[in-house]
């Protein structure tokens, strides 16, 4: 494949949860390294005027509420993205971006001259996810939601990182729009060759380590591995929850009031994770809502054992590992206390089932198999692309997996 000059136009904050961060930052890396021509926009990158004036528009809103602080927040992110990307169809290739609004955004911004891809980090049910909201009656909440249905409806690429993404964003498309099944990949050598962390083995000397890691929000589930803790009645069983985030105040306060403040040690945001996970017994993610679970893949790397609640796209990760892996939806406190008693009793076993998942992920989720698809659909957007835009004649709506039934028939 000739190089390519590819744009990433990303919103991320500081508060974006870490697991988009790193899918990017490994997409680039790795686009480098092939001889790529790779550039990131944010909104920081658009000119200090617009930052001051979409500044003062984000504060007047929020004056009005705190309901409108999420359509404040929306609207200057797209503005300074617009601003920052004005012009710049002269000098890529593609575009690929990291949230709806970032996408159409720079489609504009570029005239849509260029094909302009969206990896769909969340579901097509955008206001309770974003927003955090179930009440959509509301003038911010409904705004929110046509909004976001409206960018979705204007973006012609998907790359959706799970089945279960593919399907609840299917309803939200265009008429025409051609979605990707592309799962995340991590660095499987490079992850394998972490070094457990010294002091943190030093300190959890002869117990078995229970780890989870993540944004700290409400559907991440940490709370329920608090509760776990506290119903596991075993001085030799330790609970790390590495990660921070606006649940974090929450957990440390019920860490205290139960005392398992010697049970339940909360690492805070770790940069290094892999050696983290080098140092524990077993990973257990106790996330509700997830559409793929990229620290699923860090820990199998790391040759850790991973359970999971079944959710989402989870068991489609785990599929090779599901009946020894994942534990229901409705799984209590009390009974996943003794699911993770018995899972750290069995050494050997986890031995086995850590080498497993370790083969099964790296035959399909190293982050090479991820690149080498994201390339082949950026060819085949780009081939496709004048059929969309102004005056093309769209296609019917189709996914890879489609195609290839239609030709097997």
């Not at 980090?121 to 003038?139: I, K, M, Q, W, Y």
Request: aromatic share 8%.
């Amino acid at each position: 494949m000739d190089p390519m000059r590819f744009l990433i136009v990303s919103a991320l904050t500081p508060q974006s949860p870490s697991g988009v961060r790193v899918y990017y930052q490994r997409l680039e890396a790795e686009l480098g390294r092939r001889g790529h021509s790779v550039r990131t926009i944010t909104p920081d990158n658009a000119p200090r005027r617009i930052r001051l004036l979409t500044g003062a528009i984000r504060r007047c809103l929020s004056l009005l509420g705190s309901d409108w602080y999420e359509i404040a927040m929306a609207l200057k992110s797209f503005g300074r993205l617009f601003w920052a990307c004005k012009g710049l169809q002269r000098n890529f290739d593609i575009i690929h971006a990291q949230d709806a609004g970032s996408a159409v955004a720079a489609g504009f911004a570029t005239r849509w001259q260029l094909p302009v891809l969206l990896t769909c980090h969340c579901f097509n049910d955008a206001v309770p996810e974003l927003t955090g909201r179930s009440d959509t009656s509301a003038l911010p909440p409904l705004f929110l939601e046509r909004w976001f249905r409206w960018l979705y409806r204007k973006v012609s690429f998907f790359i959706c990182p799970s089945k279960y993404v593919m399907e609840r964003v299917r309803s939200s498309v265009a008429s025409g729009a051609v979605l990707e099944l592309i799962p995340h990949g991590v660095p499987f050598r490079e992850l394998a060759g972490a070094v457990p962390d010294r002091p943190l083995a030093e300190s959890s000397a002869g117990k078995s380590v229970v780890l989870n890691a993540g944004r700290l929000e409400p559907h991440k589930g940490q709370m329920l591995l608090v509760e776990t803790a506290a119903a596991l009645h075993r001085d030799d069983v330790v609970f790390w929850i590495a990660g921070d985030g606006p649940e974090a105040t929450r957990i440390a306060e019920e860490v205290r009031k139960r005392g398992l403040e010697r049970r339940v040690v909360l690492l805070g945001h770790r940069n290094d994770l892999p050696s983290v996970m080098k140092t524990s017994t077993i990973y257990v993610h106790a996330a509700t809502q997830e559409t793929f679970g990229l620290v699923l893949l860090e820990a199998m790397a790391c040759g850790l054992p991973v359970f999971a609640m079944r959710t989402g796209g989870v068991p489609e990760v785990l599929q090779g590992t599901e009946s020894e892996s994942l534990f229901p939806r409705e799984t209590t406190p009390a009974e996943l206390a003794r699911l993770i008693e018995g899972w750290v009793q069995d050494r050997e076993k986890l031995r086995h089932l850590a080498r497993k998942q370790f083969e099964d992920a790296r035959n399909r989720f190293d982050v090479a198999v991820m690149v080498e698809q994201t390339l082949a659909f950026y060819s085949r957007a780009v081939a496709l692309w004048p059929q969309f835009r102004p005056g093309g004649v769209n296609p019917s709506v189709k996914s890879v997996e489609e195609d290839a039934s239609q030709q097997r028939s």
